[in-house]
């Protein structure tokens, strides 16, 4: 029994999901491809840790607060 959950995201595997789209990627010679993944790591269960509101910030801006010092 696995004590840990895991959620990740998989562009390319649309088919997995039951979609027709077959998650190919062709990158030009001199391409780049970005992703950003966040991590988060938290101690007991998803409810107290309120996960379901940190999936729900990850999809807005992030706050930016600059302090000229």
Do not use: C, Q
Not at 15 to 30: E, I, Q
């Amino acid at each position: 029994m696995r004590t840990y959950g895991l959620f990740a995201a998989n562009p390319f595997g649309w088919h997995d999901f039951g979609l027709s789209k077959a998650g190919d990627y062709m990158l030009p010679a001199g391409g780049k491809l970005w992703f950003a993944y966040r991590v988060l790591l938290h101690e007991g269960d998803a409810r107290s840790a309120r996960i379901a509101d940190a999936f729900d910030r990850y999809g807005e801006h992030p706050a930016i607060d600059v302090t000229a010092g």
